[in-house]
Structures are given as C-alpha cells and as structure tokens.
C-alpha cells in the first residue's frame, strides 16, 4: 500500500506533467504569432501592432466557414486563407506605406489598424462570441503513460505547431523564397538591385505571417472562444515572447515562445501552492495569482538586465 | 512659432470661454467634458515630454496614468471606510483630502517611472517600445487579479476627495482646479524645454551620439525626462479618478497609452500645446461620432490612419502651414 505522501506528491508529478504539457501547447500557439510579428520585423523592419488582429480575422474565418460546412478542417484551411487575403489586402492598401515610416507612425497606424479591423469586424459578425467546435476525431483524451491522460485536441495543437516550426524552417534555410527573405533581412536595396520584387516579396511575407496568426486564431478559437479583442492579450504575449528571444530571430521566437508559455501556466497553478507554505491559504491564492499573472514579464526583466537584445538577438 | 504663439492664446481663450458657455446655458455635461479634455490633456503634456521632446516611443504611459489613478482611489476608499492602509512599520491610514493624496500620486507614479525607465532604458527602437508595452500590461493584469480593491470591476469612491474651502462636486470648481494643474504642467514643461537640461534632451532626439560625445551622460537625461514625463501623466491619472469617481484596470488597459499617444501625435508633436488640442479633438470626434453610430471606432481608426499617412505634423501644424502661405 502507498503511504498517503506519496500519493500526493505522485499527483503533484501528474498535475506538474500535465500543466508542462499545457504551457507547451500555449507555447506553441504563441509561436505561431511571435514568428510572423518577427519575420515581418526582421524583413520590412515594421512594427505590427495589428498582427492580433489577424488572429481574429483567422477565428472568425473559421467560425464562418465552419457554420457554413461543419468541417473542422475546411475551417482551419479558411482560418489561413481569410488572415492571408485580409493580410494581402491590407498590406497592399496600408501598411506599405509605412515601411520608410519611423517606428512611432507605424505604432500609430497600426494601432489605428486594430480600431478599424475590431469594429469592422464587430460590425459583420455582431458583439456576442461565437463557437467552434472541435472535430470528433480530435475530442477526448490519450493516455501518455501510465497515469497520464491528456486531451487529444491540445495534442493535436502541440504537434501542429512543431510541424509549422519545422516548415518555417525548410522554408526559410531551403527554399528560393527562403534565400530572398533571408537576404531582405540582410540588405534590401542590395536585392532589390539584383532584380527582386521586393514590394512583392513583402507583401507574401505579410501574408504568411497573417496566415500564421489566422490559424493560431482558428486552433485557439476552438478551445475558448471566438470574439472580437482575443488577438490583444496573445498579442502583448508574443511582443514579449520576441523580446525574449531576440527581434527577427524565428529560432528566438520558438525558444521564447515555449519559455513563455511553459512560465505562465506553471507560474499560474503552483506559485500559490508555493507560497501557501509560508502564509495562510486564502492570502496565499490571491498573492500567488497576482504574482502569477506578472511571471513572465518579470522573467522578460531579467533577461533584459543580463542581455538587453534578447537570447538571440544581435547587439 | 509666432503663429503658434498666436494659436495658443486662442487655445487658452476657449479653455475659459467653453466652461463660461455651460455655466450659463446650465449644462454641466460640458463642463464635465471640459475637465476631462485637461485631464487628458495633462496626460499627453506629461508624455509629450519623452515622445515629442526626447523621442522616447513609450508605450506604456498607461502605466502612470493608472498609478496615478489606483493611487487616488485606494487612498479614498481607505478614507472612506476608515481602515488602515498597512498597519507596519507605520500605522498608516487613508486620505480623502487632494493636497495629501496629490504628493503621494506624484511620488509613487515617480517612483514607479523610475524603475520602469532603468530598465527599458537599457534598450532602445523597437525594444523600448515593446518593453514600455510590457510593463504596462504588467500592471493591468496585476490590477484584475489583485482582489482587494475591486479585481476587475474596478474601485468607486462615491464622493470626489476634498479641496479646502471649495466644493468639489460642483463640475465648475473641479475644472478649475483641473485647469491650475494643466497651466502648471505647461508651465513645467515650458521651463524644462528652454533650461539647458531641456536642450540635452531635444538633442538626444535628433542625435543621441553626438550628445554622448560631447560629455553629457545620456542615459541619466534620459531617464530624467521619463520620470518627469510619467510623473505628470500619473498626476493626471490621480485628476480622472476624482473626475469619475471610479477607477478600474481599464486606465491601465494599453489602449489607453495608445490613446494618449494619438493625442499627443493628432494635436502636433513636439509643440506644448499639441496633446490639449489632440484631446480635444479626440473627445469631440468621440462624442459626435458616437452620436451617430455605435461603432465610431471604426471611423475614428479611418481618421487616424488619414492622419499619419498624409497630415504628419497634427492639427496645429496644419494650421501654421495653412498661415504661412497666407503670409
């Protein structure tokens, strides 16, 4: 027979797995933003405060799409093609006229961008939150090991994101795209010089990192749900996920991304049971939670204080 | 700048003359939006410090204003229910009183800009903006999940603090001691402008190396100007409290520190009075706009992005070239 500490402490270990698991798959979807917000940085030098909402315009795409077919899978393929077209759309109409702006008009229009694409988007699809459903094959749970049972859907998430991470990657170092992006984040008169499009190669970077949000939007949408303002707080997330990892770094943006993830969901459940060993239980609850909440940007703090340009940033 | 000169004193004539109108046409609804122009006004003075002046992009002014704000409030709320703020090393208890709760506003907003500023300072361009953000949002997230004074629902305080000898409730007195604090932020900040310190600080803008070279420590300049800068948004926040009655994470929300930047870039940057005539507008823009649709957002985000695309130098600008070719 088990003695009832070992008990506890072998559920402490299931919560402590399942809770990494959690902070992996938030990792994961924060990647998803955090790679297109650095790309487009690190390409056109422009600063997206409206990357959160083509996370939205990803979830409502889907929404639609999956009101209209009731396939899971037809509405994911819509997440990435309606953020892509609203993405190439506003590219072409706004933002390009921003990439010889300083930084403080980019904020500023972007900003002005968010305004506009909420309200509009409020405007068609109303104020109150829509849903998604997950598919069939995808609802329940797996077990890992032995005690360990884990939803299905949030695994399907993790494995999704890796594969992006992996295709970003191939992209990126193997591609004839992959060689222009890569040199329009070394030096862009250069290539425009030697005859690429460049307004075109911009405008397909915008558009995979509008795709990449929409699809994090879609994913995202499923588990909670689909409502105008969700890109914000996922958004503030990936700025500082990108400050982590380093601006225009994608192998920072993975790196923080998991580190960001993984610290707010374990920050969250076990700071207050931390603290519950030194103070009384219901101020440690709310003391933890509040600390819990400003883990990351207290971990963004110190990374700052040892390296101000991030884990992989250059100086 | 003559001709600027000459639109401030108009500035200043309807800062007397919109109030005068509510009295006599007995609407103290426009007296209320009167002080919440200068209050917000006061906001974009404080930020236009470190945005227009020393090109500091911060993002994260919300961040005093807040302070500002959850200072007044939780001083009150004290006061009102007669418990003790914190009961070690000192007894202390709240404060319903301004002159009282202003030093205590501006020091704790001063503080909080200091530290914030030491350690995004350390960085810069996009950097600082995203950081300033982050920091922010760092409070606004704290404020929702910390109970004691309302979470996410927010603090009220039922009656404005008091004033010796004047009766705050009434919208008119309270404009006016809004109004002290706006001629006095302008005041502050037209001293700084011209003081050989303010003269660094402009430089740092158009070339910080330079700056460097010369000998003077940029960083300290630097982070002197934020902590005055936030310093004067978080007074300004402590002002909206007791123009509301009420306080909630929202003035911590990062829409609010876009909002104060709009003011500060709609009106003019870099010109003293730019962020009051930014903030007015904004409110007028609000109010009529939102008379006529429930989604006003979405034409005040068309108007912004019209703004910073083709008319860069804001309002006032606009009217000074609009003079110049008269001449």
């Known amino acids: ?315 | 700048m003559i001709i600027e000169k000459f639109f401030n004193k108009w500035i200043m004539f309807f800062l007397i003359l919109i109030p005068t109108c509510g009295v006599i046409f007995d609407e103290p609804y426009f007296i209320t939006l009167a002080t919440k122009v200068v209050i917000l006004g006061i906001a974009g003075i404080g930020l236009n410090l470190a945005l227009g002046y020393c090109g500091l992009i911060s993002l994260g002014h919300a961040a005093f204003f807040g302070i500002g704000g959850y200072v007044t409030g939780i001083l009150s709320f004290h006061a009102l229910n007669d418990e003790v703020l914190f009961s070690w090393p000192l007894a202390v208890s709240g404060s319903s009183e301004m002159l009282i709760i202003w030093p205590i506003a501006i020091l704790v907003s001063a503080l909080f800009s200091f530290i914030i500023g030491l350690l995004s300072l350390r960085t810069s361009g996009v950097y600082f903006i995203m950081i300033t953000l982050a920091f922010a949002q760092m409070l606004y997230f704290f404020s929702i999940s910390w109970p004691n004074y309302g979470g996410e629902d927010g603090l009220s305080i039922y009656m404005r603090n008091s004033f010796p000898m004047v009766n705050t409730m009434d919208p008119l007195s309270f404009y006016m001691i809004s109004l002290f604090w706006l001629l006095f932020s302008i005041f502050i900040s037209l001293r700084l402008i011209n003081s050989p310190f303010g003269m660094s600080f402009q430089a740092i803008k158009q070339n910080e190396e330079r700056v460097k070279s010369v000998g003077i420590e940029t960083f300290k300049v630097k982070l002197l100007v934020f902590v005055i800068s936030g310093t004067i948004t978080g007074l300004a926040g402590s002002l909206y409290t007791d123009l509301n009655r009420f306080v909630s994470p929202t003035v911590l929300d990062w829409h609010t520190s876009g909002e104060i930047m709009v003011f500060v870039i709609l009106g003019g940057m870099a010109r003293l009075y730019g962020p009051l005539v930014g903030a007015a507008f904004f409110i007028a823009l609000e109010q009529t706009l939102g008379s006529y649709t429930e989604n006003w957002q979405f034409w005040l985000g068309l108007i912004l992005i019209l703004v910073i695309l083709y008319a860069r130098s804001g309002i006032l600008g606009l009217f000074d070239k609009k003079l110049k070719h008269e001449k």
């Not at chain 1, 459903?133 to 884990?150: M, Q, R, S």
């Not at chain 1, 996922?234 to 380093?246: D, P």
């Not at chain 1, 991304?257 to 993984?262: A, C, Q, T």
């Open chain 1, 1 to 315: 027979m088990k003695s009832p500490k070992t008990n506890n402490s072998l559920m402490t270990l299931i919560l402590f797995f399942e809770q990494l698991l959690n902070g992996i798959q938030f990792g994961t979807m924060l990647f998803l933003m955090s790679a297109g917000l650095t790309l487009i940085f690190g390409v056109m030098g422009l600063i997206n405060l409206a990357h959160g909402s083509f996370y939205m315009i990803g979830a409502f795409s889907a929404a639609l799409i999956a009101a209209l077919t009731e396939s899971f899978w037809l509405a994911l393929l819509a997440s990435l093609a309606g953020a892509a077209i609203a993405g190439v759309l506003i590219e072409i109409i706004i933002i390009r006229r921003l990439y010889r702006r300083d930084h403080l008009d980019q904020v500023l229009a972007t900003f002005a961008l968010i305004l506009l694409l909420s309200e509009g988007v409020r405007w068609c699809f109303g104020a109150f939150p829509l849903y998604l459903n997950i598919p069939n094959v995808l609802n329940g749970t797996v077990p890992i090991f032995d005690n360990i049972i884990y939803s299905k859907y949030r695994l399907f998430i993790i494995f999704m994101g890796f594969l992006i991470a992996l295709g970003l990657y191939i992209l990126i170092t193997k591609t004839r795209l992959g060689i222009r992006i890569r040199a329009g984040q070394n030096d862009r008169q250069m290539i425009s010089a030697l005859g690429v499009d460049i307004s075109k190669l911009y405008t397909i970077v915008f558009a995979i990192g509008a795709s990449l949000a929409g699809l994090a939007g879609a994913m995202i949408g499923a588990i909670q749900s689909v409502e105008v303002g969700m890109g914000e707080p996922i958004l503030i997330l990936a700025f500082v996920v990108i400050v982590i990892g380093g601006i225009g770094s994608i192998k920072g943006a993975l790196v923080g991304s998991i580190l960001v993830g993984v610290t707010d969901t374990i920050g969250r459940i076990f700071l207050p049971e931390l603290l519950k060993v030194f103070m009384e239980s219901s101020n440690a609850t709310s003391v933890g939670s509040s600390i819990g909440s400003m883990l990351i940007y207290i971990l963004m703090a110190l990374i700052l204080i040892i390296k101000p340009s991030g884990l992989f940033g250059k100086s």
